[in-house]
Nanobody, 120 residues
Framework: QVQLVESGGGLVQPGGSLTLSCAASGSISSMVAMNWYRQPPGKQRELVATITSGGTTTYLDSVKGRFTISRDNVKNTMYLQMNSLKPEDTAVYYC??????????????WGQGTQVTVSS
């Protein structure tokens, strides 16, 4: 079994910063790709950032230059550093992991979601 546990969400004023964490535990052999998604109120879930096993990162245009995705392979943890936050960044943020398990399966896992609210 593999579990993803997210933390770091909360209420922040416009212009502020937050760092989200997503810790993976369980029968992981190697992490393939990690993503952060978000779902704003009343809207569909959208892909915010990706980091591959090779370290390549990609971002949603609206967060480029403000958000940074990273990972710690030793801790099996991914992060999303969010700076210069705007009210339109308000959403539930989800982490997603594609990983090989110790029984040689390539699976996809999702975190439980964490609320980020940007408001004065």
């Amino acid at each position: 079994q593999v579990q993803l546990v997210e933390s770091g969400g909360g209420l922040v004023q416009p212009g502020g910063s937050l760092t989200l964490s997503c810790a993976a535990s369980g029968s992981i052999s190697s992490m393939v790709a990690m993503n952060w998604y978000r779902q704003p109120p009343g809207k569909q879930r959208e892909l915010v950032a990706t980091i591959t096993s090779g370290g390549t990162t990609t971002y949603l245009d609206s967060v480029k230059g403000r958000f940074t995705i990273s990972r710690d392979n030793v801790k099996n943890t991914m992060y999303l550093q969010m700076n210069s936050l705007k009210p339109e960044d308000t959403a539930v943020y989800y982490c997603r992991l594609r990983a090989w398990t110790t029984n040689f399966r390539l699976n996809e896992y999702w975190g439980q979601g964490t609320q980020v609210t940007v408001s004065s």
